[in-house]
């Protein structure tokens, strides 16, 4: 059931400038120093802002850029302030984060994130599809009924499997330092595991990351449950340090 690679992904939300280049620099040379530079992929989602001097900048093989949404139209159009999956991946993103808690709070629905599901397959960029609860569901143990909707609603049978990546992140676990304990992760990341193989009608699930307040302490319990098989990073991502000694003390 697990995939040996691990992945940590990093979502810098509304962060960053020109100069924050830096963060990249020297997540890359710790990655390129490490023994195990091979067991881990890297991705860091940036502001579209950074994506086109960040790509051209950046000459590592240890680091792959993305972004964190895009808008559900293809191509060019008359919708002001928006942002196509064509355009992104022209500007030299590889991966999408599509269906953050934070974009659903703000009018995605599973419907539009199916449509920049496929319109993001389409530029054969890699996705990020976020899922999970809010608190209020978590409380009335809708947990498991909400996550199978998210997956049902915004998933589809000929989707490329091999552009999807799914982040399991409780709503009320991200930015508040809280997380669940490793029984009750344990059994979400089985059951999502169960669910996408009925779902996508494969019997080679694709990665699942775990996402919500992940921190160098955390790691530790985190590394421990085999089933997950990375992480999305949000406010610890901001700082190379932070985002560093996760991965070290992930491999202790
Ligand atoms: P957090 O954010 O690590 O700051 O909790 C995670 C996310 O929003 O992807």
Request: with cysteine; aromatic share 10%.
């Amino acid at each position: 059931m697990t995939n040996k690679l691990k992945y940590f992904v990093g979502n810098w939300k509304m962060f960053g400038d020109i100069s924050s280049f830096k963060i990249i620099q020297q997540i890359n040379k710790y990655i390129h120093e490490s023994k195990k530079a091979n067991n881990k992929k890297v991705i860091i989602c940036i502001p579209n802002t950074l994506i086109h001097f960040f790509k051209k900048k950046l000459k590592s093989k240890h680091i792959s850029l993305g972004a964190q949404n895009c808008y559900h139209e293809e191509g060019f159009g008359p919708y002001t302030g928006s942002v196509s999956a064509s355009m992104l991946k022209k500007v030299g993103a590889e991966y999408v984060i599509l269906g953050h808690s934070e974009n659903r709070m703000t009018g995605d629905t599973d419907i539009i994130i199916k449509r920049k599901i496929i319109s993001s397959i389409k530029q054969k960029l890699i996705i990020i599809f976020c899922i999970g609860e809010t608190l209020k569901q978590k409380k009335r143990k809708q947990t498991f009924a909400v996550l199978k909707r998210q997956l049902k609603n915004s998933l589809y049978k000929n989707l490329d499997k091999r552009r999807l990546i799914i982040a399991y992140e409780p709503v009320w676990s991200i930015g508040t330092n809280k997380i669940l304990n490793k029984k009750e992760l344990k059994k979400i990341f089985i059951y999502l595991k169960i669910n996408l193989k009925k779902i996508l009608k494969t019997q080679k699930v694709p990665k699942v990351l775990y996402g919500g307040s992940v921190n160098s302490k955390n790691i530790n319990i985190l590394s421990s449950i085999k089933e997950i098989d990375g992480f999305l990073i949000g406010g610890a991502s901001q700082s190379a340090k932070k985002f560093i000694d996760i991965m070290k003390n992930y491999y202790k």
